[in-house]
């Protein structure tokens, strides 16, 4: 009985040739998942996303995107109407793009992106810390509603580890993340925690005031 040869065609990832062909040997830079999103007109959120998808088969690791996840994202959205009727025509419209937010940063002074991006070992990037952090510094974080103050546990170049304070719990901040919602102004700390206490109260109040507005009481 004659076996049967089994070929398993492996897929190409168009995207990366793309990549491969015009930023090569330093012929341009690579583009930034920020500037491949414009040249396609989505959110940067959606091409970030999709870019942290965990691979099949392989450990997890959120540091390397996910480029066969992008190259899939990029095809569904080819229009040729738009000029983007290949992967090459997104990478060269993307690159430009990049060219463009750097002449824009520059003209609008100093910003985060105006440090050096650190270049990981996918080729991607991810901007360096506005402030700088040290363990053992306590922070707070924008989004909170209660005066929760944390404590720098661990750092990396691209990473910060907070522990909420009186809590065993440990969380994970990109620098993503830490530029946009970390406070690390200490003096500000006292008028911060007063404020969200104060909201909170006039929460509580407005609650009781709307629990005994028709006629029950409280306590």
């Given at each position: 009985?004659?076996?049967?040869?089994?070929?398993?065609?492996?897929?190409?990832?168009?995207?990366?040739?793309?990549?491969?062909?015009?930023?090569?040997?330093?012929?341009?830079?690579?583009?930034?998942?920020?500037?491949?999103?414009?040249?396609?007109?989505?959110?940067?959120?959606?091409?970030?996303?999709?870019?942290?998808?965990?691979?099949?088969?392989?450990?997890?690791?959120?540091?390397?995107?996910?480029?066969?996840?992008?190259?899939?994202?990029?095809?569904?959205?080819?229009?040729?109407?738009?000029?983007?009727?290949?992967?090459?025509?997104?990478?060269?419209?993307?690159?430009?793009?990049?060219?463009?937010?750097?002449?824009?940063?520059?003209?609008?002074?100093?910003r985060a992106t105006t440090k050096a991006d650190i270049v990981l070992s996918d080729g991607s990037s991810m901007p360096?810390?506005?402030?700088?952090?040290?363990?053992?510094?306590?922070?707070?974080?924008?989004?909170?509603?209660?005066?929760?103050?944390?404590?720098?546990?661990?750092?990396?170049?691209?990473?910060?580890?907070?522990?909420?304070?009186?809590?065993?719990?440990?969380?994970?901040?990109?620098?993503?993340?830490?530029?946009?919602?970390?406070?690390?102004?200490?003096?500000?700390?006292?008028?911060?925690?007063?404020?969200?206490?104060?909201?909170?109260?006039?929460?509580?109040?407005?609650?009781?005031?709307?629990?005994?507005?028709?006629?029950?009481?409280?306590?």
């Amino acid at each position: 009985m004659s076996k049967k040869e089994n070929i398993v065609e492996e897929k190409v990832n168009a995207t990366l040739e793309a990549l491969d062909k015009f930023c090569a040997e330093g012929a341009h830079e690579r583009p930034t998942l920020k500037a491949i999103a414009a040249a396609l007109e989505v959110p940067q959120q959606r091409i970030y996303s999709v870019a942290k998808q965990p691979k099949a088969g392989e450990v997890y690791d959120a540091n390397v995107y996910n480029w066969d996840a992008i190259d899939r994202f990029i095809t569904r959205r080819l229009d040729a109407d738009k000029g983007l009727a290949t992967h090459e025509d997104v990478i060269l419209k993307a690159i430009e793009m990049d060219i463009e937010f750097k002449k824009n940063d520059g003209r609008k002074g100093v910003r985060a992106t105006t440090k050096a991006d650190i270049v990981l070992s996918d080729g991607s990037s991810m901007p360096a810390r506005k402030a700088a952090l040290e363990v053992g510094q306590v922070v707070m974080l924008r989004q909170d509603k209660e005066a929760f103050k944390y404590t720098i546990v661990y750092l990396t170049d691209t990473h910060v580890v907070l522990q909420k304070e009186n809590m065993p719990t440990l969380s994970c901040y990109s620098n993503w993340t830490v530029n946009q919602k970390f406070i690390t102004d200490e003096s500000r700390f006292d008028d911060i925690c007063a404020e969200r206490e104060a909201r909170i109260q006039e929460a509580m109040a407005a609650a009781a005031n709307s629990d005994t507005s028709d006629g029950t009481v409280i306590g």
